[in-house]
């Protein structure tokens, strides 16, 4: 069975970092496009960064370049979205995605249950 788990999320104050993580189970991430998405309450989901299968990472949404960095773990399941200089606009649900191309939805994508940001003072 196929799973996907964020973690990391949680509360930080405005200028602070959070790391997440993208843990995979059932399948390896590496054999997949997998993308880091994010929901704010009365928004539509918005793709913040994809890598695909060889690696190669797309364009961070103008809304978080130079801030976000996502890397792939040092084995197969995982792949990680560092989030530096947090602002409330950040504030959202983070989801990760494996799918067989990046921004494109498929019937056959994997989705975790996502992890809650809040950034506040």
């Known amino acids: 069975q196929v799973q996907l788990v964020e973690s990391g999320g949680g509360l930080v104050q405005p200028g602070g970092s959070l790391r997440l993580s993208c843990a995979a189970s059932?399948?390896?991430?590496?054999?997949?496009?997998v993308s880091w998405y994010r929901q704010a309450p009365g928004k539509e989901r918005a793709l913040v960064v994809c890598?695909?299968?060889?690696?190669?990472?797309?364009d961070y949404a103008d809304f978080v370049k130079g801030r976000f960095s996502m890397s792939r773990g040092n084995t197969a399941h995982t792949v990680y979205l560092q989030m530096d200089n947090l602002t409330p606009e950040d504030t959202a649900m983070y989801y990760c995605?494996?799918?067989?191309?990046?921004?494109?939805?498929?019937?056959?994508?994997?989705w975790g249950q996502g992890t809650q940001v809040t950034v506040s003072s």
């Open positions: 059932g399948l390896f991430l590496s054999n997949y496009a």
């Open positions: 995605k494996a799918g067989r191309w990046c921004g494109v939805f498929h019937s056959s994508d994997y």
């Open positions: 890598t695909d299968n060889s690696g190669r990472i797309s």
